[in-house]
């Protein structure tokens, strides 16, 4: 049994090593390459054999190449493929024959088809397209329990004529709806689409089709394509129930996942706890549906936490909104009555320093400029003044000064200063 299989592979090599040296053997083309569009956005590729083609023990297959709208080149035995892509920019690829063995490679000449690029005046198609799926519980029980929304928005053409009407139509799989539901732009052409429910299916790995078409009397409208990734469009809910308790200093929050078609495993949080107070904020990412966190006890807490579904499960998308917030510990008086009691001091500082301030500018303003002097009466007079100084105006101040002459007043002129 060994034997014979060794037997056998010693022909194989034998005959490979016969064949590919031979520049008699020749490939030869494949025929009747034609490219179909069997779906939106998608085309199939076939071929047949070269009737003509030579004969011997060897494996023929087929090397295809994309060149538009995308470059794409890959290798098959089949004689036929298919290819899920835009068309609006026509489409064009080849096919070739080849043969491959371990130390080289023969391949025969290429068959070449095309796509048109479809109909219509530039300027026309729509632009912009965005889309987002959501997820939404089923109400009609007896099917699967979650069902999914699909958004779309677009702008139109800036060449479109006035009385242009866009159609939109989704593919998801072999499934293909046209929109019934639009909004419409002042001039009441369609410029958004909303299907309440899909076929799509949220934890597939299949594009999301997305092609819009229009009419006009006045012009051919360009059609539009463009094909979605799942993960990347779609709008994860944020965490339900979210609850939080404090024990002393001591914060458990809790939340359950969001409404979705995934499984509780497949989900990051990131959990949003911010001090009221002081404005401190703290974020924390994690898989779990539950955090504790140590908190200071006399301050308010707004918690909140969104959710994204996460690598395990398929690409990295969006983060869902956050979650509405909810408040835990208290905002009481106390601070409030010590930050008031700062105030004041400061207030009353700030007061002070301002008056002495003004004292000191005086009175190097009188020193710089002193007052004409005018003589002085008699006793009580200068008794007036003096009493006046005491209240405060220091112009007078200087004024007892200059003209207190008698030694009867020397104290009253100490206690001036
Ligand atoms: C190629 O197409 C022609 C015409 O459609 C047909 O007669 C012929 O049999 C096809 N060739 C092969 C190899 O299928
Ligand atoms: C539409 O898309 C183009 C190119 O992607 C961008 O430059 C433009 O700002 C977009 N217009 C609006 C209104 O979003
Ligand atoms: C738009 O595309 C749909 C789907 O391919 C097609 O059924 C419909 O006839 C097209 N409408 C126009 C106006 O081209």
Same mark, same amino acid.
């Given at each position: ?37 069997? =779906?939106?956005? $998608? ?39 298919? @290819?899920?892509?835009?068309? *609006? ?13 371990? *130390? ?23 632009? &912009?397209?965005?889309?987002?799926? &959501? ?16 958004? @779309? ?5 800036? =060449? ?29 052409? &369609? ?13 597939? *790995? ?13 012009? #051919? ?6 094909? !979605? ?10 965490? #339900? ?37 002081? /404005? +401190? ?20 807490? /707004?918690? $909140? ?43 009353? @500082? !700030?007061?002070?320093?301002?008056? /002495?301030?003004?004292?000191?500018? @005086? ?39 200059? +003209? ?14």
């Amino acid at each position: 049994m060994v034997l014979e299989l060794l037997i056998l592979l010693g022909a194989a090599v034998t005959l490979q090593a016969d064949l590919l040296p031979d520049k008699k053997f020749v490939l030869l083309p494949p025929v009747n390459f034609t490219i179909k569009v069997t =779906d939106l956005a $998608q085309v199939f590729l076939r071929w047949e054999p070269n009737p003509d083609q030579e004969q011997r023990e060897v494996n023929l297959e087929y090397r295809v190449k994309i060149n538009a709208p995308e470059e794409d080149d890959y290798e098959t035995r089949s004689t036929q493929s298919k @290819c899920v892509t835009i068309l *609006h920019k026509g489409f064009s690829a080849k096919v070739q024959t080849i043969v491959r063995s371990e *130390h080289s490679l023969l391949t025969s000449s290429w068959a070449s088809a095309e796509l048109q690029v479809p109909p219509g005046s530039p300027g026309t198609s729509i632009v &912009n397209l965005s889309c987002t799926t &959501n997820t939404v519980p089923n109400n009609h029980a007896n099917l699967q329990p979650y069902q999914v929304s699909l958004q @779309c928005t677009w702008l139109v053409g800036k =060449d479109a004529p006035e009385d242009t009407q866009y159609f939109l139509y989704y593919r998801y799989g072999s499934r293909t709806e046209e929109c019934q539901v639009y909004s419409k732009d002042a001039l009441k052409r &369609n410029v958004a689409c909303w299907f309440p429910r899909t076929f799509i299916n949220s934890k597939g *790995h299949e594009w999301l089709v997305v092609h819009v078409n229009g009419s006009s009397k006045r012009a #051919m409208i360009k059609p539009f394509d463009q094909l !979605f990734a799942l993960h990347a469009i779609d709008r994860v809910n944020p965490p #339900m129930n979210l609850t939080a308790e404090t024990e002393g200093n001591r914060l458990s929050i809790q939340w359950e996942k969001p409404v979705s078609a995934f499984p509780i495993h497949c989900f990051d949080y990131e959990v949003k706890i911010n001090n009221t107070r002081k /404005s +401190y904020l703290q974020t924390e990412k994690m898989t779990t549906n539950a955090f504790v966190s140590i908190i200071d006890d006399i301050s308010k807490y /707004s918690i $909140q936490v969104r959710a994204a579904v996460s690598s395990v499960c398929r690409e990295a998308g969006l983060w869902s909104e956050w979650s509405q917030p909810i408040y835990v510990g208290n905002d009481e008086q106390k601070p409030l009555k010590e930050w008031f009691l700062i105030m004041l001091l400061a207030t009353i @500082c !700030f007061i002070l320093l301002i008056f /002495s301030l003004i004292c000191k500018i @005086c009175h190097l303003w009188t020193k710089l400029f002193p007052p004409i002097p005018a003589p002085k009466s008699n006793i009580k007079d200068l008794f007036v003044t003096t009493n006046y100084e005491k209240t405060g105006s220091s112009e007078t101040e200087i004024e007892v000064i200059s +003209y207190v002459e008698e030694p009867e007043f020397e104290i009253l002129e100490d206690s001036v200063f």
